[in-house]
């Protein structure tokens, strides 16, 4: 039979037949397929063959092209066809794909119809799936959820929307029983029954909690007296190591064994985060009794003093402290300063927030001849705000000015002091050309006066009790003050700025003569050739400008649908390359309803 070549539309495909058509009405014609050419050696490389590790690193390079611009419906919509795609990719793929799982609240928009699916839907789906597949459940290792008041907003004809929001996330948690943390819900102890904490208590590989010390309506002549009951919730939790406990001003009393009975039962605690808890339940023999951490932050605790710190440092249990963070606990004396930096052989990460500066006594001034006064060889981060508004350097900005210069931190690379007046810490860094932003003159005409501001966060109270309540305030009634980054950077901006005009060297070309032919200066900058030392002002991830930078347990607690950094909401349409539609179809394609970028707030 002739071999007739098959139309160019049809690769790979052949037709035979055993006469032309046209010359007789009989003919046979069938079409085979035939294999195509074999691949050079080169490109022979079958996907069977590559590992899993190789696989997993190809997602994780995914995750960060999504980066920033991005959003968590982007990246699961991605890995959802990159597991339909092949099935050589799906373990990898769904593994990403429901090992963190992110469900964000749409975005409200005025004069536009409510979303077809609500926060309670897609938290019931998902729910639905993970119950079908008890592999898939098996995989989710965290949840980050819209909090209540996004529940809330979707769900306005519901009777009791905290309760049934708060019934949602403890059946999903549910059908996670490999769970380690929960972002979005706020957690609140009361001393009664929820299905949400029996939900977690059931989850034994739970490893970070967020606790919120409020005094539920229902009780408030009620002391807090059951510390024991509180303890118990953690005994399953044997695998926990990230606790944070948050009080407010109306809280609850509380026992002075609650937090000791509570670490007693955490054999694995490594990060521990205290804030605005009263002098009774956390105090100097506490900080004593402390367990060995990684990670200690306390924030607006009035029971520490400089005496205790200083006694802390000098504790075996503290020799393995990494990180602290000091937020509104005064350190009222520089020696006690000097002490804790010099006793923490393993502190890689020190912050440092107070309105004032602390002071060296007029019997200890002789010392400061013997420089570096402060050092530390391990420290390597460093933030250091003294919020109150001053036009010179104070004796303690100038002190650890001249301990850096003078080489008492070797380890240091990265400084941030937003209240850096004169440019005393900006002189001892790596200089550079820019440091502010593109966008921070356009935000700047919002700024105050000084760059010393107050951030606060209202407060929604809710008319139903229960586990999930309203968002913690102040503690004192006024929000503690901390200086604004982005003026920070707009002023050492300026500062770069002055220093190009005070040009520092100055070139005189002359002839053989002796007449000067041509005269010109140059290098004028702000900052130490050499030196390794970055000035950092930007916010760490979590936090913002306005907040200081600096995540705190409070920002917990914030709107987890607001975009810190001012991008908006997404809606999918950054993935598409402009100018590659065919049709009006293909313009919607990747899009998708209009949600926050969400950032998960971490403490550690």
Known sequence: MDIIKAYPMYPGLQTTKAHRPGRDGKHVASIRRQKAPPMSATRQVPKASLPDEVLEGIVDMLKALHGPDGCATCLMRDLSSLCLSSRSWLPAARRALYQDICLNAPQPQPNKKRPKTSPACRMALLRRTLRADAYLGALVRSLQLPNASGFWAMQPCAKTPLHQYQDSVAALVMACP???????????????????????????????????????????????????????????????????????????????????????????????????????????????????????????????????????????NSQALRKLHL??????????????????????????????????????????????????????????????????????????????????????????APNDQK??????????????????????????????????????????????????????????????????????????EDARHAHRFRVAVDDEDGRALHQFSFGGFIGTIGSPINYYLLPDQGSSDERGGLVDVSDLYVDTDEDSAGRGPCDGSWSRSEGTFTGKGDKGKHWHTKRARWTNVVLH
């Not at 530390?376 to 919020?387: F, G, I």
């Open 178 to 316: 490999n769970l380690e943390a929960v972002s979005g819900p706020v957690l609140s102890y009361d001393c009664r029954f929820s299905k949400l904490l029996h939900a977690l208590s059931t989850r034994p590989r739970l490893k970070a909690i967020n606790w919120l010390m409020q005094l539920p309506a229902a009780t408030e002549q009620q002391p807090f007296a059951d510390s024991g009951r509180f303890a118990e919730q953690h005994r399953r939790w044997s695998q926990l190591s990230s606790l944070s406990m948050h009080g407010e001003l109306e809280a609850m009393p509380m026992s002075a064994t609650l937090i000791p009975m509570t670490l007693a039962m955490l054999s694995s605690l490594c990060h521990l985060h205290l804030s605005n808890l009263p002098p009774d339940t956390f105090n100097d023999s506490h900080l004593l009794s402390l367990p060995r951490l990684h990670t200690l932050a306390l924030s607006n605790m009035t029971g520490i003093t400089c005496s205790g710190l200083s006694a802390f440092a000098t504790c075996s």
């Open 327 to 416: 937020r509104h606990t005064p350190i009222a004396s520089l020696p006690a300063l000097a002490r804790v930096l010099s006793k923490l052989d393993s502190l890689v990460t020190f912050s440092l927030v107070q309105p004032l500066p602390p002071m060296m006594p007029a019997t200890d001034l002789f010392v400061l001849l013997m420089m570096p006064y402060l050092a530390s060889a391990t420290l390597s981060n460093l933030h250091w705000d003294m919020t109150s508004k001053h036009d010179t350097a104070n004796t303690a900005d100038d002190i650890l000015a001249r301990s850096i210069a003078a080489g008492g931190f070797p380890a240091l690379r990265s400084l941030r």
């Open 423 to 496: 440019g005393l810490f900006q002189n001892l860094c790596r200089p550079v050309h820019r440091i502010d932003l593109p966008s921070d003159h356009f935000r700047s005409l919002a700024l105050p006066l000084s760059p010393t501001r107050c951030f606060s966060k209202p407060p929604t109270t809710s008319s139903a009790s229960g586990t999930l309540s309203r968002a913690p305030s102040s503690s004192a009634g006024s929000a503690a003050p901390c200086t604004n980054l982005l003026a920070a950077r707009l002023a050492a901006q300026s500062r770069i």
